[in-house]
């Protein structure tokens, strides 16, 4: 399901009265905004977002076992990503650079599987029975076609495994 503005202002408003609100609110914005897989967003590591001064990075070099398909690739981060990944990242708590992004519950790295858990409880207590861990990818993807981004350039930013080449279909 591609989820509508109204449909991502609902999962927002109900994840804000849940514990590990902050948390979950910039994982909800990073799938939506930047269209990064489930499974990319728990491998991120705290030097994968922030440089050696500590500010948000404006690309994220995955490496290619972050990614599926082993393919590295870049992802763009526009400013409101930034500023979610620095308002959570910079809450007050020290950081080391090997530290993940997104812990658990219990302070430990997420699994694609744990995490796609995560998304598909937040997405059920809002009310968003269709909506799956991939929704955020297919808003990401269907706004940017919607705006008339060219098939190419789309592939560039959802990943090489995304969009075949031509004559692949």
């Not at 997420?110 to 991939?134: P, W």
């Amino acid at each position: 399901e591609v989820l509508t503005e109204k449909d991502m202002k609902r999962a927002l408003a109900q994840l804000a009265r849940k514990p590990f609100a902050a948390r979950n609110k910039c994982m909800l914005q990073l799938s939506w905004l930047t269209g990064m897989r489930v499974g990319e967003i728990a491998a991120l590591s705290v030097s994968d977002v922030l440089d050696t001064d500590g500010n948000v990075r404006s690309q994220i070099q995955l490496k290619a076992e972050q990614t599926k398909g082993d393919a590295a690739r870049t992802v763009l981060l526009n400013a409101q990503a930034q500023t979610e990944l620095s308002i959570f990242l910079h809450r007050g708590k020290k950081l080391a650079a090997s530290d993940p992004v997104f812990k658990s519950r219990v302070g430990k790295r997420f699994s694609a599987n744990s995490l796609c858990q995560v998304f598909l409880r937040i997405y059920d207590e809002a009310g968003l029975d269709k909506a799956t861990s991939h929704s955020g990818r297919r808003t990401f993807i269907t706004t940017l076609a919607h705006k008339g981004v060219n098939v190419r350039v789309l592939a560039e930013l959802a990943g090489p495994s995304c969009i075949p080449e031509p004559g692949g279909l």
